[in-house]
């Protein structure tokens, strides 16, 4: 039983994290990913491990996990907070445990002082990511992979090492997608 379970439990999660290449393409993917991607793989790691750390801090915080929702994501030390939390103090607490990891260098708290949304803003906020990331990719002498696409509340937020023409060129895609009420960028802006 168990071993029917892992594979799709690994599928699951690779879908979650937007790695379909990955499952799609198998190992070989995963090299082109990490070969196409402006990050070092040391950077790459470290982003992986800041939202994990931060994540696991805020699941032993049960007094604030238990009534907020909060993504957690990291671009070469960039980290983006965004969700929603009842009281601010609960948003300052989740700010400052990604401030504490190691290899953060900026943290952009978006966490909204609301009760969290429900579960079909969450299904919508999922099918704007696919979108944006589906026009992304089909935009021809773009590549995409620098690009993180993160959806809370039908706003988009683009994260990653790009040149202004490609953040330029990414904000307008993902402005034109149905749904989108707004778009924020996180870039780190890079020479061409």
């Known amino acids: 039983m168990l071993r029917k379970l892992l594979p799709l439990s690994l599928a699951s999660l690779l879908l979650l994290q937007g790695c379909v290449g990955v499952l799609l ?8 990913v990490v ?7 040391t950077a790459q790691m470290d982003d992986q491990k800041i939202e994990l750390n931060t994540r696991n801090e805020l699941s032993d915080r049960t007094d604030i996990s ?3 929702h909060i993504s957690i994501n990291s671009n070469n030390g960039i980290v983006l907070l965004v969700g929603q939390t ?10 400052a445990m990604a401030e504490r ?13 609301t009760e969290p949304t429900g579960y079909d803003i969450r299904t919508n906020d999922s099918w704007i990511t696919s979108k944006v990331r589906t026009r992304l990719i089909a ?10 696409v993160v959806t809370e509340d039908s706003q988009v937020f683009l994260m990653g090492m790009v040149t202004r023409d490609e953040g330029e060129l990414a904000v307008e895609i993902a402005r034109n997608v149905s749904g989108v009420t707004k ?5 780190e802006y890079v020479q061409q």
């Open 25 to 32: 393409a198998g190992g070989a993917a995963t090299g082109v």
């Open 35 to 41: 070969a196409k991607d402006r990050r070092s793989v």
């Open 183 to 187: 778009v924020i960028r996180v870039f």
């Open 101 to 113: 990891q190691n290899g953060v260098r900026k943290v952009y708290n978006e966490i909204k002082i």
């Open 66 to 68: 238990r009534i907020s």
């Open 139 to 148: 935009e021809k002498n773009f590549d995409s992979s620098h690009i993180k």
């Open 86 to 95: 009842p009281y601010r103090k609960h948003s300052d607490e989740v700010k």
